[in-house]
C-alpha cells in the first residue's frame, strides 16, 4: 500500500525559509514523478512543483520558481520542498502526491496524496 | 486566476444527476488527458476520474467523465448527500509547462 506523510510545516515569518519532507512507503521513488500541491485557506488546489523519477526533469510553477527547490533522496524515499523568500501568500496546506509514470505527470493524474501540512507565513 | 473554469457551484436533489464543467484551451485540455478529483473538507483530494473519462478501482461507475475539443465535463448519477464536497478538473499545461487546476466547484446536494 503506497503511503506518504508530509512533515515540516509550520509558522515561519515572512523572508524565512521551511524545508517540507514527503516520506513515502510503498513505493521506489525511482519509479514515480512526485509532486508537490497546496492549498491557500478556502481556496482552490494549487500544483507548485514536479520532480520526476530519475530526478533529471524539474518544474515549477512561475509563483515559487526561484524561491521553492524540490529535491529527493532516493534511499531514504523521502522527497523534499525547500522554500525560500516565503510571503504571506505562500501560506497554505502542502500536499505531495505521486504521479503514474515516472517520466512525467500527463493528465496530471495523482494517484496518491499525503495527508497535508501547514505552512503558515505570518509576522 | 485558473487556466481551466469551473463553474463556482452546482446544486440538485438526491437521485439526480449533475454535471460538471471544466473549460479551457488547446495549450491544456486540447493536448492533454484530464483527471477530475474530489474533496471534503479536511481532507486531502482523491482521484475520481484519470484520462478523461477512467475510473480508479474503487469508484463507483455513477461517476463519469469525458472530454470533447478543450472542455472535460465529470458527470454524477443517483446523487447522494455523501457526495457532497468540492470537485477539480486537472491537466498538463503545454504553454505554461505547468500542471493546472480548476477553480474548483463545490456540488450540494439538497
Known amino acids: 500500500e ?3 506523510m508530509e512533515s515540516g510545516g509550520g509558522l515561519v515569518q515572512p523572508g524565512g525559509s521551511l524545508r517540507l519532507s514527503c516520506t513515502t ?9 512526485m509532486t508537490w500541491v497546496r492549498q491557500a485557506p478556502g481556496k482552490g488546489l494549487e500544483w507548485v512543483s514536479l520532480i520526476t523519477g530519475s530526478g533529471e526533469v524539474i518544474k515549477y510553477a ?3 520558481t526561484g524561491r521553492f527547490t524540490i529535491s529527493k533522496d532516493d534511499s531514504k524515499d523521502t ?9 504571506v501568500d505562500d501560506t497554505a496546506i502542502y500536499y505531495c502526491a505521486k504521479c503514474r509514470s515516472s517520466t512525467g505527470c500527463h493528465g496530471l493524474r495523482l494517484e496518491n496524496w499525503g495527508q497535508g501540512t501547514q505552512v503558515t507565513v505570518s509576522s | 486566476q485558473s487556466v ?9 436533489a438526491p437521485g439526480q444527476k449533475v454535471t460538471i464543467s471544466c473549460s479551457g484551451s488547446i495549450s491544456n485540455i486540447g493536448k492533454d488527458y484530464v483527471s477530475w478529483y474530489q474533496q471534503f473538507p479536511g481532507t486531502a483530494p482523491k482521484l475520481l476520474i484519470y484520462d478523461n473519462n477512467k475510473r480508479p478501482s474503487g469508484i463507483p461507475d455513477r461517476f463519469s467523465g469525458s472530454k ?17 464536497a468540492d470537485y477539480y478538473c486537472a491537466t498538463w499545461d503545454s504553454n505554461l509547462d505547468a500542471g493546472e487546476f480548476g477553480g474548483g466547484t463545490k456540488l450540494t446536494v439538497l
Open chain 2, 4 to 12: 481551466l473554469m469551473q463553474p463556482p457551484s452546482v446544486s440538485a
Open chain 1, 2 to 4: 503506497v503511503q506518504l
Open chain 2, 68 to 84: 470533447s475539443g478543450t472542455s472535460a465535463t465529470l458527470g454524477i448519477t443517483g446523487l447522494q448527500t455523501g457526495d457532497e
Open chain 1, 25 to 33: 512507503s510503498g513505493l521506489t521513488l525511482r519509479d514515480n514523478t
Open chain 1, 62 to 64: 512561475d509563483s515559487v
Open chain 1, 79 to 87: 522527497l523534499y520542498l525547500q522554500m525560500s523568500s516565503l510571503r
